[in-house]
């Protein structure tokens, strides 16, 4: 392993142990669902992690408990620089995520230190989409990728009906008329770790 990459030791504080409040104005997330850019369920926040040096949350805790990524189920620990928030649903959107990159996320056990990684060498640069109005033309874009040497675990497909209905965190359904509502979509997406890498699939895409 070369110099930079070993990871650091430190110590974070939870917010529910410390005397640290959330501004006000702010939302309180503990207990909010995490969800992927593609509507996937990830997980459930658990814990804010403050970074006493500077006083500010620099990480939530994240349950992955029944997510749809195949990672495995543990607590781990994401930078809060890389979530948005959704206050009318109270969800917590991840920008940059694949499964690779939940499995190498540092885990999380109450009270012990963190091994947080110094680089980031690992974390997704950008996340790439394409929506299809067929599974066979899907299926044989993730082929396509896959002999491209893709790894596997950095492509997802996601069946999607524009006559869906939305349900809140609160149970309260909603039918909203996304699309046309004629047929099924999939949105396929791949995680890519770098610019060049990015690009190269969005050329590989364009082909299929």
């Not at 349950?63 to 930078?79: K, Q």
């Not at 990159?101 to 091994?115: F, I, N, S, T």
């Not at 990684?117 to 899907?138: C, D, K, V, W």
Request: proline letters at 6%; glycine letters at 4%.
């Amino acid at each position: 392993m070369e110099q930079g990459q070993h990871p650091e030791l430190v110590q974070l504080l939870e917010i529910s142990k410390s005397e640290y409040e959330i501004r006000d104005g702010q939302p309180d997330i503990i207990g909010w669902k995490a969800f992927s850019p593609d509507e996937s369920f990830v997980g459930v926040v658990t814990e804010l992690l403050i970074s006493t040096t500077e006083s500010i949350v620099r990480y939530l805790v994240l349950d992955l408990s029944d997510n749809e990524w195949a990672a495995v189920s543990r607590s781990i620990c994401y930078p809060v620089d890389s979530i948005l928030l959704d206050e009318q649903t109270s969800r917590v959107i991840l920008e940059s995520i694949s499964a690779v990159y939940l499995d190498e996320l540092p885990g999380y056990e109450p009270g012990k230190p963190v091994r947080i990684p110094l680089s980031s060498e690992n974390t997704p640069y950008q996340l790439i989409t394409r929506t299809y109005n067929e599974e066979a033309i899907a299926e044989a874009a993730v082929k396509f990728l896959l002999e491209k040497n893709v790894s596997p675990s950095s492509i997802r497909v996601t069946p999607f009906n524009p006559l869906n209905s939305i349900t809140d965190l609160m149970g309260n359904t909603n039918t909203e008329f996304l699309g046309d509502g004629s047929r099924d979509e999939y949105i396929l997406s791949v995680a890519a770790r770098n610019e060049a890498e990015a690009s190269q699939l969005n050329e590989w895409l364009d082909r299929c």
